[in-house]
């Protein structure tokens, strides 16, 4: 982790991250965008949230707009309609059942439609800053298990697995680093290991054939 800690200084922010960062961790445009952004690259997720707090910033204001007026703001986002309805809903219920505010809990974000584990992990580490939640997409799932830190099949079992076995510390961190690293070098595909800083490291588990290592590329042009 402290080796990712150096390798991801200067990469690009995952999009939630960078919501977060720029909104000083609002929890209600965290919650949004994180909702958005499932199975939808970072930088479609980036403008589609930019857009919707752009005309409605708050839950009140969201839970105002139509339907189709969110997914006209949210569109190309993958499964924009689905995700329209709720976005809305969600701002119903935070209006109407916790006072515009955003739940603090696991069990009350739960509740919320479209709302998992994965999404409300995110929401407790980067908006209240919790120090006991890991937060596990499919990057975090893929790497892990690449790198035998766990043997699961699914990404609530990764969950459950990670807080066995990786220190306390890192728990808040763990999203942050391996999805920075699965976005630009540990790919799904056709991983980069020639340019991994865990290299020596990593056994590899369930890959079949690396990519081509950029470092290599740039002595081939030079």
């Known amino acids: 982790m402290r080796a990712l800690a150096q390798a991801i200084d200067g990469l690009e922010l995952p999009a939630v991250e960078k919501i977060s960062e720029s909104q000083e961790d609002d929890p209600f445009q965290v919650l949004i965008a994180?909702?958005?952004?499932?199975?939808?690259?970072?930088?479609?997720?980036?403008?589609?949230s930019t857009r919707l707090f752009s005309v409605a910033r708050t839950p009140r204001a969201v839970a105002a707009l139509s339907v189709k007026a969110i997914e006209r703001l949210i569109y190309p986002v993958s499964f924009y309609r689905h995700k329209a309805r709720h976005v809305k809903e969600t701002c119903r219920i935070l209006v109407d059942d916790f006072s515009s505010r955003v739940p603090t809990t696991m069990e009350e974000l739960l509740v919320l439609?479209?709302?998992g584990r994965k999404t409300a992990n995110l929401v407790l580490i980067l908006a209240f800053k919790s120090q006991g939640n890991i937060c596990v997409d499919t990057h975090v799932h893929r790497i892990a298990n690449r790198l035998a830190w766990i043997a699961t099949t699914t990404p609530d079992e990764t969950e459950q697995a990670l807080y066995r076995v990786a220190p306390a510390t890192w728990w808040p961190l763990i999203n942050l680093y391996l999805v920075t690293w699965g976005q630009?070098?540990?790919?799904?595909?056709?991983?980069?290991?020639?340019?991994?800083v865990l290299e020596s490291l990593c056994p590899k588990v369930g890959v079949a054939r690396a990519g081509r290592s950029t470092l290599v590329a740039a002595e081939v042009v030079s």
Do not use: E
């Open 34 to 48: 994180t909702l958005l952004s499932a199975r939808t690259q970072d930088a479609t997720t980036f403008a589609a």
């Open 184 to 196: 630009n070098v540990c790919r799904p595909v056709y991983p980069r290991c020639g340019d991994c």
């Open 113 to 115: 439609p479209g709302v």
